[in-house]
């Protein structure tokens, strides 16, 4: 094989009471990528479309990740990358994750998948580095692995596939504000209360076994957050309206996705995650904010092949 | 039915990152209870065997418990109880809980069963209120769902049975020393840094998640906790030392069993969990404190008929 072309997923992070810990993968969201092998060595960007991103290596997060797995394996050829960014940077769905990701998936099938998807994250999360500061994996886990992913832990690297519900849809509405990741993170407190912690753990314990036993009543009770939702919110406009229409029509649950300005609900079925849409666009109209909105199943099985 | 006598298992709260949340029930370790239709009303404790604890239903655990399911039916008739204490008060293996479920575990059977087995805890954690001054529901939810048991939330209660791995075993050695639960509640912290708290909430995610896909390396890597234990085990004269010997010598990971003063255990297979119980007790013989030991199965199915 001397070219892909791949699907990028978006992903969300965080999943309310997941902070840090929890991420999943959507199914019609995302970029295009082809990686192409090519006579001289390295890792050039070749073209971006879509957003205005830097083309040099060591500026582009595909890049950088690119080359932390490059770091790891003998080659005599090089790899180029085109990038067609449908995922806005400062959205909150992963876009910094799906080009970092979607460089190190491709260039390991070019290379005959010398790594697992599971190594290939650590590769990924350099990208992370560079767009945010910190190589997390909250993105880049749900991006390579599909489904529901959960960061166990960061030292040692510990992230497991969680089982995902057939019938799990999200809906997410981005309003076109910017958020910065390093803002959102400033703003939290460094300490929370014990009993608070107390319930949010006893939340993610909820949503894990309401995911393995497709409980969506369950996965429903469980999407609350008492310890960064309040904080972060105050950054987006009308989020407790969105989040209370969300619910009214029919979402189990909704948060902030990532660390913002980007919504997302999870609903049982399509039906119910269009209706939720409508409900998510009314606010924003009425405030009038513009917006994108995104209806998709979970995705299961993380960058596609095209 | 006149007359009923039941096993009362006894059970381990917390289990390592599950601090207020988790907790699981012992196959083989447990009190006996036998609960008889009188004709008059209310509630008797007519007998305590092996421990010396106060007859006055008010005073007893299993008498406040009953008095609160009572308040709930109407009968003309009442309820002798008859108590055969095999887990010591104060061990921290929930002989409050093992009493006040019971008690209204054999009043619910001679009812007819007018309460479901999840409607009981509510009874059953008045019980813990006058034993330690909090209706937690950590020990009670286990001892009368059986299995692992998660507390997702307190108010509005929501108690969740979690699958468990046959061939998970519990060993519990009991040093005989006193910890009272309040005090070990005392020492706690009020509030805890966020990145430990989501270093717990990570593993409490990845132990759920072992539990349903019976991984139990994955089990074991998530017995941590970073919150609770480095303070409590404090007040546990050898805690380390055991926790170090049970996992060297094969257990998955260790931690301490409710408030204290047992330290439990988790191994894949009987085997296992005995060449634990040997371990365990070398530094109880070296140290010079006398102990208790058990090894028992995961009980999943709570309290049993005799």
Chains 1, 2 share one sequence.
Not at 4 to 24: P, Q, R
Not at 57 to 83: C, P, Q, R, W, Y
Not at 176 to 187: F, G, P, Y
Not at 207 to 236: A, W
Request: hydrophobic content about 40%.
């Amino acid at each position: 094989m001397e070219e892909i072309k791949i699907f990028c997923a978006a992903t969300i992070a965080n999943i309310s009471c997941g902070f840090d810990v929890l991420g999943l993968a959507l199914d019609n969201v995302g970029d295009e990528m082809i990686v192409r092998k090519v006579p001289q060595k390295g890792v050039t960007i070749t073209k971006i479309i879509g957003q205005n991103l830097p083309l040099e290596t060591h500026k582009n997060v595909a890049g950088v990740a690119a080359l932390a797995l490059l770091s790891k394996v003998d080659t005599d050829f090089g790899f180029e990358i085109e990038i067609y960014k449908n995922i806005k940077p400062g959205s909150g769905i992963g876009s910094s994750a799906a080009s970092s990701a979607g460089a190190v998936y491709g260039i390991n099938e070019l290379l005959g998948r010398p790594f697992s998807n599971h190594d290939l994250i650590e590769f990924a999360m350099q990208g992370e580095r560079l767009a945010s500061g910190v190589a997390h994996a909250d993105n880049v886990a749900p991006a390579l692995l599909g489904g529901f992913t959960l960061v166990r832990s960061t030292a040692p690297l510990d992230v497991l596939k969680i089982h995902t519900p057939n019938e799990l849809y999200a809906t997410v509405i981005h309003p076109q504000i910017e958020v910065k990741t390093s803002d959102a993170r400033e703003i939290l407190r460094s300490s929370v209360p014990l009993k608070t912690a107390i319930k949010q753990w006893g939340n993610i314990g909820g949503l894990i076994s309401g995911l393995y036993t497709e409980d969506y009543d369950l996965i429903g009770r469980s999407l609350e957050d008492y310890i960064v939702e309040p904080i972060r919110s105050i950054l987006i406009p009308a989020f407790n309206s969105v989040k209370t229409e969300s619910i009214k029509s029919g979402a189990l649950g909704a948060g902030i996705s990532g660390s913002g300005p980007s919504i997302f609900a999870l609903s049982e079925g399509s039906k119910n995650a269009s209706k939720v849409a409508i409900a998510m666009k009314k606010v924003y109209d009425k405030v009038g904010i513009a917006y994108d909105v995104h209806i998709s199943k979970i995705n299961t099985e993380g960058i596609k092949k095209l």
